[in-house]
Structures are given as structure tokens and as C-alpha cells.
């Protein structure tokens, strides 16, 4: 039988997973001719978003289903207020994963604007993965 702690280590492990594998996709799709970049953008939103929620469930914390970066970094802050604060400016990326999602009018997506996007996703990563280094 697993132990919990293993249960737990596990979640995150396919947390984990899931958001490289969009992190991977965004970056694919900011390399192609596009007339539109915002799947780059979705995709670098889904990922930080993932590599958030792995924190969370590594802390045992509960999370709502949202996209919204900054209402899962308020939850991050209960166990780490400095990392929180580390991955504020990913917050912009919550319109891509809510909001642009649908049609309606919104402004093109240029590839600069999506690479951007994929920086920060990447930064989250980087903060994430030094934050549960050692406890995964």
C-alpha cells in the first residue's frame, strides 16, 4: 500500500507533467507563421497555471477550478507570501486562459506578445520548481 506522502508526490508529479507539456506547446506555436499567437499565450497561461496548482497540492492546500492566476497565488501566499509576491507579474496571463478563450473582440496576439507570455510561464516554472526542490 502507498503511503500518503507518496499520493501526494505523485499528484504533483502529473501536475508537473501536464504543465510542461503546455509549456512545450506554447513554445512550439510561437515558432510557427501564425496570423495569431494567442494559442501560444493560452497554452503559457495553462502552464502556469499547472505548475502553480502542483504547488498547492504538494502543500495540501485546496484550490477552486479557476484560471485566474492571481486568486491561486492568494492561496500560494498562505504557505509562501515571498513566492507569491515572486510570481505576481504572471497575473497578466489570466486573460488567456479566460477571457480571450472565446470569440468575441479582442486584439490580435503578436508572436512578441506570446513569446512574452512563455517568459513568464517559464519563470513560474523556474519558482515553483527551487520552491519544491527538496520536498518532491
Known amino acids: 500500500m502507498r503511503q500518503p506522502e507518496q499520493v501526494v ?3 504533483v508529479q502529473q501536475w508537473l507533467k501536464k504543465a510542461n507539456s503546455d509549456l512545450q506547446a506554447a513554445k ?3 515558432t510557427g507563421e501564425l ?3 494567442f494559442t501560444g499565450g493560452f497554452h503559457a497561461q495553462q502552464a502556469a497555471e499547472k505548475y502553480i496548482k502542483a504547488f498547492l497540492v504538494r502543500h495540501q492546500i485546496e484550490f477552486p477550478k479557476t484560471h485566474d492566476i492571481g486568486r491561486l497565488r492568494q492561496l500560494v501566499a498562505r504557505r509562501d507570501a515571498a513566492l507569491a509576491e515572486r ?3 504572471a497575473d497578466v496571463l489570466t486573460p488567456y486562459g479566460v477571457d480571450m478563450r472565446y ?3 479582442f486584439e490580435v496576439v503578436s508572436q512578441k506578445r ?3 507570455a512563455v517568459a513568464l510561464a517559464e519563470r513560474v516554472k ?6 519544491l526542490k527538496g520536498i518532491t
Do not use: G
Not at 523556474?126 to 520552491?131: A, Y
Open 9 to 11: 508526490e505523485d499528484f
Open 28 to 30: 512550439l506555436l510561437c
Open 35 to 37: 496570423e495569431d499567437y
Open 87 to 89: 510570481l505576481e507579474k
Open 103 to 105: 470569440p468575441e473582440e
Open 114 to 116: 506570446a513569446e512574452c
Open 126 to 131: 523556474e519558482e515553483i520548481l527551487t520552491s
